[in-house]
């Protein structure tokens, strides 16, 4: 079985530990002594195997560190391609492509700005694939960069409050650190850019699938005026595991020691605006800035400040000697993570603690509901020749559908039944699915293009 | 002596059949046992060598499996430059930079949109150099990789019917490929895109130099109206070798038992419109698409499909798991056959069988005619202010002349004598050239304008 | 210590000679026998190394030539970048790009269109960086080939006069190269295209720092009408060093022996006109040709010709087989001289004769003057927000000031005094700077519109 790793939630937490225990290891052996989060030198872990770096999107911090971390195990890479340069330009879609490199690489990494173009690869392609970036959906290494440094700054997860600030809705970075976040026991607080608010299926997923709890930030922070500027926290489940062991987890902050909720600020994330995805006439809001100024207000005394970079003008230059500055570290750490991430999925060091994936039921059909996300890699012109329709069932009663590639949640209005040609609308009488009898429809209308007529009293919609 | 590899036809049938020979050795040695077609692993041979990859088009099979074969022969590669990142955005010639490289690197792969650009580097360049497709020239390591694939799965090509489908003008690959076919005793089956037809220096060739008869597809099918689209078959000569020894060959259909001419059609070889080569006002007619419903029809029942990719949308995705489709694995045998051409041409493990090549007369001279083809070298803004016209004497009684460079023949009508300034129309009398007496003009009113007069009874050209 | 190599100034005339003696070493072990300028096989010093190449502008023969001298070290190489790749197009700056690649790669060069990126780049990043040319600036590995290349030719530098024909203006080769020249002895002839003459701050560099005196060109070739198209003669000192021992110098020609002053030309430097770097408006004037004509004079009979290509049409493709042709001797030494100074750099192969950079004084304040340079890095979009402006003080009565980055110098027309805010025009005074205490203005009504009022009897401005 090959390893693909799309989301972050392609990596269960004990996976993710396994992870920073093997950077925690490259570093020991291999860092320089004044700059311990550096690697030099070389080692012969992967020096039979080759990388294939697709990227059709720019990139410097996630392919150099990619390309570094495969030639610091020994390894060797295959000319980072960039869309211009290689048969994309001809119109070659993500499915051949990778049909094609499979032969030539033992693994790949792809950036691609079509949301659920890494699951694609990954879906044809028979050598693992590492998702760098599809569009605006998720960045699961640079979470692994993210928590990584968090843990190397002795900060625990565990009930820490993370602000996350900037594009929340187009920030594939965001999206994959949140739910990371929630898993980890950490409260996420956004604080959106104006019209840039987290989009409802991820902030849906956080609370549904992650258990975190939406409070009224006005609630959480007791009323403290100088939490004003905040909407709501999503507080994570007790339950859920932080990174470092408890017993080293320092006090973040005295409501810690007295048992009362923790009630500051441990990290203010901030993210770019994402420019490259914005529609024509869409407006950009005014943007936050963190600076001096703005992290001289009490409340960030002891808070870090972390970016994923590349910055354009949301975080000042004038924080970069501040010791609460973490950026640079996410990125320094790119490469002792990746190295590990590589060793894991080519199964040089293999992982000890995987478990098998939960069953899902799968729902595919040519006919009724598509993929309602228009950057969907389904969509794509070169990919929406071939690409089938695939969505995960992740609920019923009433029914919700999950895109298998972007991941957008999709409520079908109606749902008919191949063999009598008749649909009802009637969604909560639908426990399970039987994907050679039930088509689902988007509403109606789409029901009687297709075909089908309302059920009647006589002709029913069989479901399980 | 360097080797260059710059055409089908620079390598002999012995020559590309050792080729073969270590493809599979290769592939015997470093095959993954669930994919006997993948190579996997790091050799030695080239490791104190280094390949440049010059790229001015677009690639993504020619150039990751070159890298790939190179890598894992243990050498490495000078990044795969594209032109936009090249001196040559500041106009530098090909004869220029071929000339830089060979201090760089031991040999170098180049791509390039004018026909014959390969040849102008392997003139330039003291390193072997290999043509990884130049224009609509050819692309003959391509043809090396559908050779092999075809000898892998055991099909013969002495006999076979092999039927070329799309741009069969534009396609490089198209031509290194016929000559391939037909050298090795198969019939080619032309089915070309309206408006897009062989060439006529391509057909010519098939039959003046590799002995193919065009037979009309009516009388080599017997009138079966199946075969009622195609219009010539090039049948091939017997004495052509086939690539699998005759007694492995498997019968490819029970016309063979028979001894009656085998009649059915044993490869579909489907080319992708040549956008880029259009100009701007040709027409591309109705392009055929070939698809499950068309590889239905009885004539395909055992008929290979294959393509060189990247496909657009001439070859349907429904064909995919197909077992008759063998284009994935022309694109997968792309390392080990790049890694015996490559250990090939750099000596490492030498060529036991080669032949010195056949002398040809050369013409080369700056007055009187130029390559009449627009799109060779020649004509490159960067190349013509020093690259000297060349044309091998390919034909006397008349005389018929080919470009050195993009093999664009040329049939001057009338030639004159440089030292009485006379010209004659009468090529019939034309046995020998001696270069420095004798210049080809296209017409008379070019040998007028270059100063030449008509001979008289009296002041007659002298030739050999 | 880490050492960058951003200017010619950043290396002693001691240690280029180092690199040189390790470049023969290198070819001595490594090169081909019939090519004996031609490296082949891979060492093992940087072996656990990686150099990341950043390309803000296109190149073949630097980047080539640096990947190909890594590789031969038995290093590796990030995926050479090009702006349009990486996160430039983002719009990430210099200085967060070499912080984050610090983390990867061992060492950084660096190419790109403003003037003092590189000096930025190696402030900010803690490992060594190399300038692979800066805009009009500078491009001192291309001098170290060039000076390498006479070295090897037995041509003696000290009186050698060399002529530097084309875009002296915006040729960063040319202004590493003459400084170099003066530093070893040589003598700099311009012979410029119009309006591309050698920029001021050049020349007088050459004379104020390296000691040159400019003689009228009709004086120093004694009213020889064959200089008549000369206009100045830059001589140097004679206590500069030349590069080959004395005794192994060859007569440069007789005037040599008899003891009086070397009257020929020794070479002929051509450079092309740098189109990209030309305003809009701009006249390129009637841009010299160098070819077989020009050098058939009299004066060129024993005269090298040298180019650091590419050329575009300024050297003519008819001196390619003449001997006196260095041009593709300099590219091919690219190799040899890397890897000496890539190992040199890193400390692989340490420097034995570096001694302490001399002392300068730097002036660094926001308010008062900013480089004139309008194409220097301080102005650049991405890097203004947070590069300070810094300047060396390099004379005073008057004061004269160089930008650290792009060495533009300025001449501050007045300067005042932060504590009594009054302002004088009177630079003659002032003779050590205490940089919290003064400030430089451009001109008056800078310094008023500063807040500063004209010094009075009473409230002078204090200085050292």
Not at 202 to 216: D, G, N, W
Request: glycine residues 6%.
């Amino acid at each position: 079985m090959k390893r693909d790793i799309i989301t972050i939630g392609d990596l269960t937490n004990s996976e993710i530990e396994e992870i920073f225990d093997l950077a925690d290891q490259f570093l020991k052996e291999m860092s320089v002594p004044a700059h311990p989060h550096r690697i030099r030198g070389r080692r012969t872990d992967a020096q039979s195997h080759l990388m294939a770096a697709l990227f059709y999107e720019p990139s410097t911090r996630t392919r150099f560190s990619f390309e570094a971390a495969m030639l610091r195990l020994g390894g060797n890479v295959l000319g980072s391609a960039d869309a211009a340069t290689t048969s994309a330009a001809k119109g070659e879609s993500v499915a051949d492509t990778v049909r094609v490199v499979e032969n030539y690489a033992d693994f790949a990494i792809i950036r691609h700005p079509s949301e659920g173009a890494a699951r694609a690869a990954a879906e044809y392609g028979d050598i693992p694939v590492i998702n760098a970036g599809d569009g605006g959906h998720e960045h699961p290494t640079q979470t692994l960069c993210d928590l990584y440094t968090l843990r190397k700054e002795s900060k625990a997860l565990s009930s820490a409050n993370v602000m996350i600030v900037g594009d929340l809705k187009n920030g594939r970075t965001v999206h994959s650190l949140v739910y990371a976040l929630a898993r980890f026991g950490a409260n996420v607080i956004p604080r959106p850019a104006k019209g840039l608010e987290l989009p409802v299926d991820v902030s849906r997923r956080l609370i549904e699938e992650y258990k975190a709890t939406p409070v009224p930030a006005r609630q959480f922070f007791a009323g403290n005026e100088e939490f004003g500027d905040l909407d709501v926290v999503y507080v994570s489940a007790e339950s859920n595991l932080g990174l470092v062991p408890a017993k080293q987890r320092p006090r973040l902050d005295s409501d810690v020691n007295s048992g009362a909720p923790h009630r500051g600020i441990d990290v203010v994330y901030v993210t770019r605006l994402q420019g490259e995805r914005l529609a024509g006439g869409e407006k950009r809001g005014d943007y936050p800035v963190i600076d001096k100024s703005f992290m001289s207000a009490k409340r960030f005394r002891d808070t870090s400040v972390m970016h994923p970079l590349p910055r354009v003008s949301e975080l000042s230059y004038d924080l970069d000697e501040d010791p609460r500055g973490l950026y640079f570290k996410q990125a320094a750490y790119g490469v002792p993570i990746r190295m590990a991430l590589i060793a894991k999925v080519l199964g040089l060091i293999p992982f000890v603690s995987t478990e098998p994936a939960p069953e899902m039921t799968l729902y595919s059909r040519e006919d009724g509901i598509a993929c309602s996300n228009p950057r969907c890699i389904t969509h794509h012109p070169s990919e929406r020749r071939h690409l089938r329709k695939k969505f995960w069932l992740i609920k019923t009663r009433p029914a919700m559908l999950r895109c298998i590639y972007c991941e957008h949640n999709y409520a079908p209005q109606c749902y008919g039944d191949v063999a009598t040609r008749r649909y009802t609308t009637d969604l909560a009488e639908l426990d399970t699915i039987y994907s050679d009898q039930i088509v689902f429809f988007g509403d109606e209308a789409q029901a009687r293009e297709t075909g089908f007529k309302p059920e009647t009293a006589t002709e029913k919609v069989r479901h399980g």
